[in-house]
């Protein structure tokens, strides 16, 4: 990756396109490179010599007296290319490209990628084109439109107007930028590059990512995962959680994945965060940039009113969050700080003692988080109100703010502030103080839930190296030898036999023990036409099968196998897929002929070891059932974990295969045994039996 130093201080800065008139572009853009007039020489160029506050312009770069490090490109589309020669010329290292629709001016699709093949190709380097713009906090390099405050958040959008929307709801809640960056069409720079770039930015502290597609993605994910490394977490924001985008998968692995659940499983590998909305991103950077993760899921909740401190305690447990009874030895404590009426088990209700000494919160909180009961203390209800409805209790409410922060410092677990104010003086100090706070509780759970996971995540290995992929469409391989792929992973399958008519069958029932299952092994999916029957007690059952599932379905290879007789089973589904930008993906879940009516399914890039496929595993919901549910006997989880990231490995060491499947694998106490296997591989590759 080459020296992106040119974004982000660059010695001198050209505006072209720069405007006197405030409703456009240009006026933004040359308002703000003026600002940074201090620290570099700012030129504006304007094909009428437009005078722009009070800064003369110029009408050409070639009446520059010395050579723009960075040019900002903001002239009509129809004259960028020109523009662009003429600044390589006088050696330009820079380009940030504002102007869209290159292509379409000049009626030459594919003109802004040779653009950037040029700049590249002079030593140059391009963001853009179609962006919004990107700012510094530490440079004073504002280029963009708007305004932005600085701080220690760094937002890298693929989208401008999101990325916008982003920094202002953090100036909103009193968080300020540190970098600004809106990526336009990626023609040469890409975010993977800005995002790398941001390691080693002393004012970051932490990320917000918005992107709609990703290239270089595994390169990508190492970079978050660098980015974490360096105390810098990476909350990420996408699209692709429709119906719409698993619409043509070919296997029940494909149709339970959606292209945000691919990248929710890249942050996690990344010890990153997806969510939602820009509300939610800009919720979580207030724990990032707060203090310390918590090292766990226990919380405290301190309240002064007791129905917020139950509705808490049921928000946090829909969050996966634990609100526990707290230890005789904490009660005690609470007990001599608080009134008799008090309720101290947890949630702790102060029952008026914050209105009669406001110095009882600092204290009660405090003593929770020395307890070493709870991961966390949140504390719910008026606190931050005090002053701004009371001037005569403002200096006392923000002693109390000092004391939570010392708190935090202290004990290295973190704080959060529920406040029925939205902006008071306290809350501002809070947020200052590494005191996150928020105006709902249920901001406050889904952060604190993402912020745990975050930290749960911090340690994961990355996924190996994988395979390059000889193709990503193809045809499935006959059951027998895709059964045998499998097989020479390391999974475990009943004994089979190809048939192709009823002396086949009754020659193959002397090879194997009974029950036997018949299956049409051509079939990639075999149930939904009666492709599969069970249960077939002896020879005699065998023929009669075959010869009526013949009679329906016709000539092929059938295949006769030999039935598990495991009992108190569960059925799982195990699969592996090449998603298009993250590559390699593992799936598992619970399975079966309802595996996509559950949806109870968890993902990973692949692949995985042992030891992240059983996590995967125990994190289904469902996971009770495989753990001795209401007294059956438990399943052999880690034999099952065996398989999972034998199949994860089985992809990623295969570039021929593009997609594998078990479904089902049934687990028992003794073991987990496949019975089923569909395996695509690339058109090139498959080798079908005659």
């Known amino acids: 990756m080459s020296n992106l130093s040119v974004f982000s201080d660059p ?11 405030p409703a456009k572009w240009g006026y933004w853009l040359a308002r703000g490179a003026l600002r940074g007039a201090d620290r570099r020489r700012v030129h504006l160029v304007n094909a009428k010599g437009a005078t722009i506050e009070g ?40 380009f940030l490209g504002i102007t869209a629709g290159i292509d379409t001016a000049h009626g030459e699709p594919g003109l802004e990628r040779r653009l950037a093949d040029r700049i590249r190709a002079a030593g140059a380097r391009l963001v853009g084109p179609n962006c919004l713009g990107l700012y510094d906090a530490a440079s004073d390099l504002e280029l963009a439109w708007g305004t932005f405050s600085p701080g220690h958040l760094a937002i890298i959008s693929q989208s401008g107007q999101l990325g916008l929307e982003l ?16 990526v336009g069409n990626q023609v040469d720079v890409s975010a993977a590059e800005l995002l790398e770039d941001l390691v080693n930015h002393e004012q970051t502290r932490a990320v917000v990512l918005y992107l709609e597609s990703f290239t270089d993605a595994r390169e990508l994910v190492a970079t978050m995962a660098r980015l974490r490394a360096s105390g810098k977490p990476v909350v990420v924001l996408t699209v692709g959680a429709s119906e719409a985008s698993r619409a043509a998968a070919r296997s029940h692995t494909g149709a339970l994945t959606a292209a945000t659940d691919v990248v929710r499983a890249a942050c996690r590998a990344a010890g990153a965060s997806l969510v939602d909305t820009p509300s939610q991103a800009v919720e979580l950077a207030h724990l990032l940039l707060g203090g310390p993760l918590p090292t766990g899921r226990r919380v405290a909740i301190v309240s002064d009113s007791g129905g917020q ?11 996966g969050l634990t609100v526990p009874r707290l230890s005789a030895a904490t009660q005690s404590t609470l007990t001599r700080l608080l009134p008799a009426a008090a309720a101290v088990a947890n949630p702790v209700d102060l029952a008026g003692a914050g209105e009669q000494d406001l110095t009882s919160y600092a204290r009660v909180v405090d ?27 403002a200096e006392r409410e923000l002693e109390v703010v ?22 008071s003086v306290a809350v501002r100090s809070m947020r200052a103080r590494a005191v996150p706070t928020l105006h709902t509780i249920d901001a406050v759970a889904r952060s604190l839930e993402l912020a745990t996971l975050m930290a749960e995540d911090a340690d994961r290995p990355l996924p190996g190296a994988v395979a390059d992929a000889t193709g990503e469409s193809g045809k499935a391989l006959a059951y027998l030898v895709g059964r045998d792929l499998v097989a020479g992973a390391g999974v475990a399958y009943p004994g089979a036999v190809a048939v192709r008519d009823p002396g086949g069958v009754r020659a193959a029932t002397e090879m194997l023990a009974a029950p036997y299952v018949l299956k049409a092994g051509w079939l990639e999916h075999k149930t939904e036409v009666g492709g599969v029957v069970v249960g077939l007690v002896d020879a005699t059952a065998a023929e009669d099968a075959f010869v009526e599932m013949f009679g329906r379905l ?15 089973t ?14 390699p993906v593992v799936l598992v879940g619970f399975g079966g002929v309802q595996a996509e009516l559950h949806r109870d399914v968890q993902v990973a890039l692949a692949p995985v070891g042992e030891d992240e496929a059983r996590m995967m595993i125990e994190s289904l919901r469902a996971f009770p059932l495989l753990d001795g549910w209401r007294g059956r006997p438990a399943v052999d989880v880690v034999a099952a974990a065996a398989v999972v990231a034998a199949v994860s490995r089985l992809l990623a060491e295969s570039p021929e295969i593009v997609e594998c499947e078990i479904n089902p694998l049934r687990v028992g106490p003794g073991g987990a045994v496949a019975v089923d296997a569909l395996v695509v591989a690339a058109d090139r590759n498959v080798s079908q039996p005659n």
């Open 11 to 21: 010695r001198s800065v050209a505006v072209v396109g720069a405007s006197a008139d």
């Open 55 to 94: 800064t003369a312009s110029v009408r050409s770069l070639a009446d520059l007296d010395e050579v723009p490090e960075l040019v900002v490109l903001c002239a009509p589309a129809a004259s960028v290319p020109a523009v662009v020669e003429q600044a390589l010329a006088m050696g330009t290292r820079g």
């Open 167 to 182: 920094a202002g709801l953090a100036a909103h809640e009193g968080l300020g930028v540190s970098r600004f960056v809106s």
């Open 309 to 319: 401190g139950a509705i808490a305690a049921d928000t946090f447990a829909r969050h």
């Open 367 to 393: 003593a929770l988080a020395a307890s070493g009961d709870v991961d966390a203390v949140v504390l719910s209800g008026y606190f931050g109100c005090y002053g701004a409805d009371t001037p005569e209790l």
């Open 402 to 423: 000092e004391t939570l922060a010392d708190a935090v410092e202290t004990h290295g677990r973190p704080v959060l502030v529920h406040s029925m104010s939205h902006d």
């Open 554 to 568: 016709g000539d092929g290879e059938y295949v006769l196998e030999e039935m598990d007789r495991q009992t108190d």
């Open 570 to 583: 569960v059925e799982l589904i195990v699969g592996a897929r090449r998603d298009a930008s993250f590559g």
